[in-house]
Nanobody
Framework: QVQLVESGGGSVQAGGSLRLSCAASGRTFSRYGMGWFRQAPGKEREFVATISWSSLTVYADSVKGRFTISRDNAKNTVYLQMNSLKPEDTAVYYC?????????????????WGQGTQVTVSS
């Protein structure tokens, strides 16, 4: 069982930055692939980034070069650094623990979800 708690969301102007954090419970955190997904109003939840147990990363094309996912296994925490934010990045961002230790871009591979944190980018 893994519990995930996100923090760091908020409101920012276009071009600004935010850093999301996700604290995980459980002693097996280092074995999980971890990821971030987001869901805008009226849209389906979509993949943002994933990081494997060995810190290999994959990004959605829409955030590549602007967002960076990282993890600190000693702190049981995964981060999402978001730079050059755009209004279209506005969404609720969800932390995810993958059933696949190498991480995954598929919602179906997520074993555990956080409660979500709102990110709002104004133009």
């Amino acid at each position: 069982q893994v519990q995930l708690v996100e923090s760091g969301g908020g409101s920012v102007q276009a071009g600004g930055s935010l850093r999301l954090s996700c604290a995980a419970s459980g002693r097996t955190f280092s074995r999980y692939g971890m990821g971030w997904f987001r869901q805008a109003p009226g849209k389906e939840r979509e993949f943002v980034a994933t990081i494997s147990w060995s810190s290999l990363t994959v990004y959605a094309d829409s955030v590549k070069g602007r967002f960076t996912i990282s993890r600190d296994n000693a702190k049981n925490t995964v981060y999402l650094q978001m730079n050059s934010l755009k209004p279209e990045d506005t969404a609720v961002y969800y932390c995810a623990a993958d059933l696949n230790p190498y991480g995954s871009s598929s919602v179906g591979d997520v074993g555990y979800w956080g409660q979500g944190t709102q990110v709002t980018v104004s133009s």
